[in-house]
């Protein structure tokens, strides 16, 4: 009657990704009916000091990765932030969804009271690992995936809130 | 080595809508500084088929309340959505913070495996209650708290990444 670590995080991160992977299609598809350059697209932003579309989608990349990686005391693979086209973008979403399938959901589920140390400052912060996963991970999870969104709005993209929230076609 | 409904639901949401209010203050400091009328802070949005501020925050407590009343299988207040100040919105975040502290813990324990129905149509969705807390509510009530979020950067309030995260002051 209860929930294992890896039950918490992998699905709910891969589906947020494949969620985040048909917006940009969506996206990609508005910038060549609109004949929007797909760059304009992916730099746009909603204040002049907020990241980008394209950071945001990294972003939301990094933070599925490294939860994966800091639950499983795993190693994980390290990206470039370098991709400039919906294509590039779509690959890093898939990639990082392929390593948090790959690892281990014992090594994830043994994470759970474990300390798990963030090195933003020499003293942390400093959570347990279920902490980290429900006050951290999912808040800025999807903190990358609903601002994705709300930039394609912002643009004229013609998404709506089933497009974030995602098909629902099984008892979830 | 597992959690409970009660775990994963109430204190995530309590912590999400405590932040909320904390971006509401500094939206309001923002506006009094600024010259700008509150009104118009609190109606303003990223598309015009977007939803304003006030019913970004207004949606984030239902998203929250309704979770707990479902997964509790128990009745909760009605809020008639009529907040048009600052202080109302507060009035109604505090309210809600105190409604899903009131409800037994054991009843949302109660909830795993059982089947959640939403009257979206005549078949559904159908959720089992944890698959509606982690693909249905937690995606939704982040989606709300990060648009309000976003609104206050695009009209240029003076807050960052650390607002949205919270503090941490203690292992959570």
């Known amino acids: 009657m209860t929930m294992t670590m890896s039950e918490l995080s992998v699905p709910v991160l891969v589906r947020g990704l494949t969620v985040l992977g048909a917006l940009l299609d969506k996206g990609e598809a508005h910038a060549a009916a609109a004949g929007v350059a797909p760059e304009a697209l992916l730099s746009a932003r909603l204040a002049p000091d907020m990241l980008p579309l394209s950071a945001q989608v990294q972003s939301a990349c990094d933070t599925a990765k490294l ?27 898939a990639a990082t969804i392929a390593y948090m399938e790959s690892v281990d959901t014992a090594a994830i589920d043994a994470s759970f009271g474990r300390e798990i140390k963030l090195n933003w400052t020499a003293t942390g912060p400093v959570f347990t690992a279920q902490g980290y996963l429900l006050s951290f991970t999912l808040p800025n999870f999807f903190f990358h995936v609903t601002t994705a969104y709300d930039i394609l709005r912002h643009q004229g993209v013609s998404i709506g809130k089933s497009d974030y929230l995602g098909a629902y076609t099984h008892q979830e």
């Open 67 to 93: 939860a994966i990686q800091r639950l499983g005391g795993v190693t994980g693979p390290v990206f470039a932030n370098d991709e400039t086209t919906f294509a590039q973008l779509r690959q890093r979403i």
